[in-house]
T-cell receptor, first 115, second 109 residues
Framework: GAGVSQSPSNKVTEKGKDVELRCDPI?????LYWYRQRLGQGLEFLIY????????KSGLPSDRFSAERTGESVSTLTIQRTQQEDSAVYLC?????????????FGPGTRLLVL | KQEVTQIPAALSVPEGENLVLNCSFT??????LQWFRQDPGKGLTSLLL?????REQTSGRLNASLDKSSGRSTLYIAASQPGDSATYLC????????FGQGTTLQVKP
């Protein structure tokens, strides 16, 4: 079956512009996660969805970052007024249900470069 | 605050060698620990998941151990192959995954 997909695969934008990153989880997976990986650094947790609700937004770095999920499926991560420090690979993952017993399956990521 | 550290940051070995990657974490209150593989330009692939009550997991040439009391995990790769070249990440699950910075492995033919 299809894995987690993300689009676009690469995005170059100018400082100050807004960007939207999309994640399509594995069909039937109720939990969806967003992570960020900046160059030379580890993955940072951003936000987690259970269904269409986000119980944990603790990793969002600023109020310029927001995310939504609809239909317990597709999720969009929006970054407003992008800054150069937002340049990173943004990874999405999904799992069948939330919880510690479940493996998270990752998408290929979106590479964002803010000039 | 949970912190995950991986040593070494990079490792280069000749094909056929057995090797060990290390992961340490500061807070033993974890649900599980996972090892992932990341290939350039691709997402993460889960290799092994060890529940907090377990001591080790094996899959093929891979064996991962977990010692919660000392805050350590190791990933053992037997008879390494060039196709094993990748970045290996460990992550602890505390309600969310907290990742180390990874060990980049190169296996030379």
């Amino acid at each position: 079956g299809a894995g987690v997909s993300q689009s676009p695969s690469n995005k170059v934008t100018e400082k100050g512009k807004d960007v939207e990153l999309r994640c399509d989880p594995i069909s039937g997976h109720t939990a969806l996660y967003w992570y960020r990986q900046r160059l030379g650094q580890g993955l940072e947790f951003l936000i987690y969805f259970q269904g269409n609700s986000a119980p944990d937004k603790s990793g969002l770095p600023s109020d310029r970052f927001s995310a939504e999920r609809t239909g317990e499926s597709v999720s969009t991560l929006t970054i407003q007024r992008t800054q150069q420090e937002d340049s990173a690979v943004y990874l999405c993952a999904s799992s069948l249900v939330p919880g510690d017993q479940e493996t998270q399956y990752f998408g290929p990521g979106t590479r964002l470069l803010v000039l | 605050k949970q912190e995950v550290t991986q040593i070494p940051a990079a490792l280069s070995v000749p094909e056929g060698e057995n090797l060990v990657l290390n992961c340490s974490f500061t807070d033993s209150a974890i649900y599980n620990l996972q090892w992932f593989r990341q290939d350039p330009g691709k997402g993460l692939t889960s290799l092994l998941l060890i529940q907090s009550s377990q001591r080790e997991q094996t899959s093929g040439r891979l064996n991962a151990s977990l010692d919660k009391s000392s805050g350590r995990s190791t990933l053992y790769i037997a008879a390494s192959q060039p196709g094993d070249s990748a970045t290996y990440l460990c992550a602890v699950h505390t309600g969310k995954l907290i990742f180390g910075q990874g060990t980049t492995l190169q296996v030379k033919p």
